[in-house]
Each structure stands twice: as C-alpha cells, then as structure tokens.
C-alpha cells in the first residue's frame, strides 16, 4: 500500500497527472463518485454555508443582508446563551461522569468468564437503539409525581413530593440520567472489545509479579483499554454536547431555561422561529465547541498512538 | 469458594444494572397495559385499551406509514452507494485514500447546524415540506458510517477468494456482486438495519423539512402527544411500545452482525 501511494505522488508533478490518474484508478474513483457527491453537496456545502449565514440576516421571504457578525454580538451579549453553554457544559459532565464509570463496570461484567454474562452485552445495548422521543416518554412516565414510581418511591422515602420536571435542579438531574441511560451502553460495547483483546498471559505474569486486583487493574486493563475508552468517551462528548432531541423530548428546555442546552436552543431558532441568522451563529458556535473538545481529548489523552 | 465469590459478585452488578436498563422499559410496557382511570372494568391484568384507541387512530396508522416510508427509502437509497464505496475503500489502493478518514470525521460535527442552510436550499429546489427532503436527511448522515461499516466487513472476507474468480475471468464488480456480497449478506442487511433504525428514531430532520402535520413521522408524532396528552401515561406508553418494536426486533434479530458492524466502523 505504501508503494503505490509514493508512486502516485511522484506522479503529481507530472503534466497529465490526472489523465494518468484516472486511467489507472478509475475503478475506486468511479464506485466511490456517489457517497461522495452525496456528501460535498449535502454535507461540505451546508456545512461551509452555515458560516456565511451566520453573518447574514435572512428575514423570511425577503433577501437575506450581510451583518458581519451582528448575530454573534447578540447572543454573547444575551444572559441566555451564556446559560445555555453552560447547560450544555453540566450536561456533559453529568453525563459523563455517570455513565463512564457504568459502561467501565459493565464491560468488565459482560467479559467476565462467568457463564452466561456474554447475553447480556446485546440485552444492555437496547437503551441505545431506542428512540429519544420514545426514552423521554418513559423517563416522564417514570417521573410523575403522583402516578411515577421513581418519584413515589423518594416521597415514600423522605416524606416530601419531587416536581421532576417543574425543580430545576431535578430537571437537571432527570435530562442528564436519561441521556446517561441511552450513552452507557455504547461505551460498555466499545470498552468491552478493548478487554476481550487482552491477552490473558498479560494477567498471569502481573500475579506472578504479585499484582492484586486493583494493581492487575491500574497497570494491566486500564492502560490497554485506553484507546478505547478515548473513543468511547470522545463519542459520547460529541453527541451529548450536540444533543436536541433527548432534552428538548424531555423538557423542552424547561423549566425557564435551565435545561435548555445549546442544541436546544438551536433546534428553537431554526425549526420553531426561524431565526436563520441566530440558528446559523449558533451553529458555528456548536461547531466550534465540538472541534474544541476533539482537540482537546487528541491532545490531552494522546490517543490515536499506535492505531 | 473465591471463583464462586467471584461470580456472585458478578451476577449481583449484572442485576443491578439489568434493573436499571430493563426497569424504564417495563414499567412503560406495564402502564401501556393499564386501563385508563375510570375505565377499569373487565378483569386480568392485561389491559389492551390504550393499544386500541391509538391503533383506531386514522392519523396514528397514517405516521406509521410515513415513518416506513422514510426509513425504508432511506435504506434503499443509501445502501448501494455504501456498497460500492466500502468495495473502492476494501478492496483497492489510490491517491486520496487517505481522506476517507473524513467519513469517520464529518459525522462528529453538528448535523443540527448542517439543518439551517439545508431548509434554505430545500426551499430553493422546492424538496421543502416533502418526505423525499426528509429521506435525502437521512441518507447524508447515515451513509459515512456505513460505507465504514460495510468495508470493515468486505475486509473480512479474504481476497484470495476474489482473485480465484478474477483468474476465472470475473471482473472486479461482477467479483463484488457473486463473491463479496454473497458471503457479507448477513454483514449489509445489517448496515441496513442500522440505517433503518437510524431513520425511524430521528424527529430533527422530519422537524426541519416538513411543516404538514400529514407529513410526519412517528417519533414526530410521539412528540406531539407528549404536548397534547401530557399525563395520558397509558396512551403515551403504548404508543411509545409500539414505536420501540421494530427497532428492537430487528436489532435483537441481527445483533451479531449489528455490533460487529458497528465495531468494524469506529476504527477497531
């Protein structure tokens, strides 16, 4: 694969390169033109038009004029988006932190040699492929105070009524477990690949050398399962600081603002007022957030080495 | 006696958190199965009242349909263009190649702010308030990932096999078509599974694209009644199982294949 590769690029240089390219590659290129296309068009081209909307207003119906970055300046200078950056930020750590450390244990579970606990790796998977709209019902059904066991269960306990959806600190509470319910079971998927490829020798020379089992753990699993934990984790950060639908399917970014995180707030100007302009400014904003924390984590964790 | 610990300990974590994934799901199958207060007559357990008020719905079999609609067509469409580019990205070497990484890439950024320029072009090219904007949706996001998943499994499937049947005198797509596919099958009808499933849980693009309320998909729907019946829990939930169904089903039906797919495609 190398060779053909610096072949190529010699041949750059060349005049009638690409003729030359073309008769030799054109197979690949031929079969991969569609999804290509698809993508330039439908994804590229949107995708570098959002940053020329976002310094346009575009009144509905009317054309649309350049206002430099009016619609930045706007929402920087409003309380609200500011709350809901840092909405979007506590729902990514409460995310996090919740479900990383379940997916870490429930991986380590359902790669246990215990007979019969591999089942239940396709069981836990299930929270993942269910609808948001359709896990909100449940987790507002589970809610209720007065027909929900979970809110019935804590009265019965403490004697006082929980407003899930009406408290802002419960509503907090109640969009970060659910979105935590639906992410842990892909992060367990992906830790659980990383611990089925260690190589049970590793194990047996760490007790030879007297390892425990915290010892087997820090020094043997953790560091092995790295790579994929990186992803799991850069996965989840991405989708739950991009996320609308769960929330909005919950809480509609109540009650106030408190839940309104960035991609609600988003979905809000595009779909519901249209706002171009501000939905445009917002979603350059969402894009930045996002390319922030995949640099952060390819720095920080280091990751990607050896893959 | 410590092995034996040792699994006890196991199968007390696997049951606590088998409650916590399996208890929202059956308590919400349990109250989809309740009658609705006051009209609590007949006897069992089983109450299969809020399943028949929605299924009457004219309206709901209406979402139905469209929802299978988009996530079929969705399917159809994405599938052949995954094919042929997870074949060009298995199976050959090329300039460029290396910039297929992007299609691990693209989908990590917003498809949510990839939405707000898309309305304005559909309006243009008149595919605004359509199902067919809505499929197109689903097929932009969906199909970089199965292009990835698709070559992960082509790259299972050694190439000496091929090669035999080039020297026969098969060309390389007539190779692809009567050797790899064949012996993927299981592998793409789960990449079309995946797609599928992808498609019928998503409302945002239905949200973005169409504005008719003939024109919604399930999930949309769903929606919809959480503002409109709020605490009718027994009608929420039966039509929130209804909707879990076909997911479900077709994940536990090719879950094999499903999650190898999915391995195979975030770069393991």
Known sequence: ?307 | MKARLRAGLAWLGILLIGIVVFFPIAWGVKTSLTAPLGLGGGSGLIHLQNYRYILSQPLFLLYVKNSVIVSLGAVLAAIPMAILGGYALARFDFPGKRLSVLLLVLPLLPAIAVLVPLIVYMRRVGLYNTLLAVILANVVFNTPFAVWMVRGFILSIPIEIEEAATIDGCSRLEALWQIDLPLAAPGMIAVGIFIFINSWNNYLYAFAFTTSPELAVLPQALLRFLGAWGTNYGGLTAAATLALLPPAVLFLLSQRWFIMGMLAGTGK
Not at chain 1, 73 to 100: C, D, H, M, P, T
Not at chain 1, 157 to 165: A, D, E, N, S, V
Not at chain 1, 272 to 297: D, E, H, T
């Open chain 1, 1 to 307: 694969m190398p060779s053909t590769l610096e072949r190529s690029t010699a041949f750059t240089r060349r005049p009638g390169w690409s003729l030359y390219l073309w008769r030799r590659y054109r197979l690949p290129y031929l079969l991969l033109l569609p999804v290509v296309l698809l993508l330039l068009l439908f994804l590229a081209w949107p995708l570098a038009s959002v940053f020329y909307f976002s310094l346009r207003r575009t009144p509905l119906g009317e054309p649309s004029q350049f206002v430099g970055l009016d619609n930045f300046a706007l929402l920087f200078r409003e309380a609200r988006f500011l709350g809901n950056i840092l909405a979007s930020l506590q729902y990514l750590v409460g995310v996090l932190g919740l479900s990383v450390p379940v997916a870490y244990l429930a991986a380590v579970l359902i790669s246990s040699k215990v007979r019969g606990a591999g089942a239940f790796r396709t069981l836990f998977l299930l929270p993942w492929i269910i609808a948001p709209v359709v896990s909100a019902i449940l987790f507002r059904t589970m809610v209720d105070p007065y027909t929900g066991p979970v809110a019935r269960a804590l009265e019965t306990l403490t004697g006082r009524k929980y407003l899930f959806l009406v408290n802002p600190q419960l509503a907090v509470i109640t969009i970060i477990v659910h979105s935590a319910w639906r992410s842990f079971p892909l992060e367990m998927l992906l830790i659980a690949a990383g611990l089925t490829s260690i190589p049970q020798e590793l194990y047996d020379s760490a007790k030879v050398d007297g390892a425990g089992g915290w010892a087997q753990f820090r020094y043997v699993t953790l560091p092995l399962t790295k790579n994929q934990l990186f992803v799991a984790v850069l996965l989840i950060t991405i989708w739950t600081l991009q996320d609308a639908e769960g929330v909005y399917s919950l809480t509609q970014g109540g009650p106030g603002y408190t839940t309104e995180v960035v991609g609600v707030r988003l979905f809000k100007e595009a779909f519901i007022y249209f706002n171009v302009g501000i939905a445009a400014a917002i979603g350059v904003v969402l894009i930045a957030l996002s390319v922030l924390f995949m640099v952060f984590y390819l720095r920080v964790l280091g990751a990607g080495e050896g893959q």
